[in-house]
């Protein structure tokens, strides 16, 4: 845990060195001169976790989409309060007849960061680094959200065409997501190797100023925004791991908006004056079996273990109301889910005498040690949990536990029984959950789990449009997941964030986004 005056003194280094700060092309100055930014023209949020990095193309989590958020911008963005998608950098679109090509109309007059052209050349460059053959094994969103695009032609500067190799339902939602869909400077992109996750480069309301790394990133509002300016001048996302620290600098002034907050914490922050964000999660919070070797390749000893965890009761231990438990994949707003779906029921007598007969006495089992927007409480705390329960059961658990950065790395390795993980739809669309479980790429499909009729499903579900015949598809691939037990759905995760009375119209997107451009600080 970070000491209060170590966290007031980073807090207030940040602030002070916005006077400064240049980035992008430079920062312009305070019209009031070269004095401290007031404290009006700065706000600070504090996560639980850095960034893995700030290139939408070469990322895929929850800590760099809140920065990328504010930087960077689609072609299409969501509605504040749904995943309804709206015109951004493209004003206007067609879908062909044979829903094969889609026609984009851009925005006039916008310009990069770095004082580039928007145009209909920066659109194709930024699609065609994510298809082959120029796309990396380090794009794991590129085949979720260009995965159906044959090629992308360029009209004229205003007008861009993409030409998809099958119809594809969630393409224009996939267009509106964070990851691999917003459009980076092409300058910016040459100028640093095809990789801005160190110098970010868009359209946004803010630009990149600098990142201190295991401190801060400061943001710098763009005053050449080609849409309405943001009204706070700077945004500071500051690192503090520990809930405890984060809750005392929200506290004590030293942050105006914390997230990764859970139950425990309410009413202190509460009783201090300040503000609680609640909202419905479109998320899932679970545990995934190693599927690709002994004993987890076996169905039925996954099945045994899950048999062995009560999981409403842990869900109401860890997260006092604040969670419900997960019967299916899907939560239960979202098309596709079905009431009937169940996981494994509860029985430990069961699940001990299989286990027994299985030879299953230890496991090995990673976690990641700070909260998650799905799981609050840290994947520490869930995986003793899930340890205490197996005990029971004559089941033993080691338990490794990383930093967010590292444990990516350990999944990837795939040195692990037993693994925590949870997502944030990106999208709306079930396709966005369920295709978990049908990609190659271990830092998402973690449970490396491969079945022929469940990616044939996923597949079908692509082309079919949208309605009852669809949503019938994705819950078939709920069953067919609910039999297999490749993952184990823990919760569904209420979205926390809290923040002082002063901040305004301050919003956490159900994508998992934090748009600041409106929010502002009296």
């Known amino acids: 845990m970070r000491k209060v005056k170590k966290i007031m003194a980073l ?5 002070l060195i916005l006077v400064s700060l240049t980035g992008c092309g430079g920062s312009k100055a305070s019209s009031e001169g070269s004095t401290a930014p007031k404290a009006s023209d700065t706000l600070i949020y504090a996560q639980g976790a850095e960034p893995r990095g700030l290139d939408p193309a070469l990322v895929d989590d929850g800590e760099s989409a809140k920065v990328m958020s504010n930087i960077y911008e689609g072609l299409l963005k969501y509605n504040q309060d749904s995943t309804k998608v709206e015109p951004s950098l493209a004003k206007s ?5 044979d829903g094969l090509t889609y026609t984009f109309h851009l925005q006039e007059g916008v ?101 201190e790394k295991d401190q801060n990133i400061v943001l710098d509002r763009n ?35 914390i997230d990764g907050i859970d139950s425990t914490v309410v009413k202190q922050i509460t009783d201090a004056g300040n503000k609680i964000f609640q909202a419905p999660g479109m998320n899932i919070n679970y545990m ?6 002994k004993p987890f390749n076996d169905a039925k000893v996954r099945a045994a273990v899950s048999q062995a965890i009560n999981v409403p009761e842990l869900v109401k231990s860890l997260y006092q109301g604040y969670s419900e438990p997960a019967t299916s994949i899907l939560p239960t707003f979202m098309e596709g889910y079905d009431k009937s779906i169940a996981q494994v029921a ?61 444990y990516k790395q350990k999944l990837k390795a795939g040195d692990y029984d037993l693994a925590f993980y949870g997502w944030i739809g990106d999208n709306g669309d079930p396709d966005n959950f369920l295709y978990l479980l049908s990609v190659d790429d271990p830092t998402m499909n973690i449970a490396l789990y491969k079945n022929d009729q469940f990616n044939g499903l996923i597949a079908k579900g692509l082309t079919t449009p949208a309605g009852a015949d669809r949503n019938a598809i994705y819950t078939q691939l709920e069953k067919i997941a609910a039999t ?36 502002a600080k009296k």
């Open 93 to 97: 679109w067609e879908i062909s007849p």
């Open 223 to 257: 005053e050449e925004y080609w849409g309405t300016k943001a009204i706070t001048k700077n945004v500071i996302f500051k690192f503090i791991k520990d809930n405890s620290a984060r809750v005392v600098a929200l506290n004590n002034g030293e942050a105006d908006i």
């Open 346 to 406: 509860y029985d430990p007598t069961a699940a001990a005498k299989t286990l027994k007969e299985a030879g299953l006495t230890s496991i090995h089992m990673i976690t990641y040690t700070n909260p998650r927007p799905y799981n609050a409480a840290t994947g520490q705390s869930l995986a003793e949990a899930i340890q205490g329960y197996l005990s029971k059961v004559g089941v033993t658990v080691t338990i490794d536990s990383f930093d967010w950065t590292t």
């Open 111 to 211: 310009k990069f960061h770095d004082g580039t052209d928007f145009n209909a050349e920066a659109v194709k460059f930024n699609i065609d680094r994510q298809l082959p053959p120029q796309v990396t094994e380090d794009m794991a969103y590129a085949p979720f959200v260009y995965g159906s695009v044959k090629n992308v032609e360029v009209v004229d500067a205003k007008t861009v065409k993409i030409n998809l190799t099958s119809p594809s339902t969630p393409l224009l939602n996939n267009l509106a997501m964070i990851m691999a869909a917003p459009i980076i400077s092409p300058k910016a992109l040459k100028d640093n190797n095809n990789n801005v996750n160190q110098a970010p480069v868009g359209t946004g309301p803010y630009k990149f100023v600098k990142w």
């Open 484 to 519: 297999d037990a490749a993952w184990l759905p823990i919760s569904h995760a209420q979205t926390l964030c809290a923040y002082k009375p002063n901040v305004e119209n301050f919003y956490f997107h159900m994508t998992g986004i934090t748009p600041f451009a409106g929010v």
């Open 11 to 15: 807090a207030l280094s940040a602030t």
């Open 288 to 293: 995934a079996y190693n599927t690709s070797k």
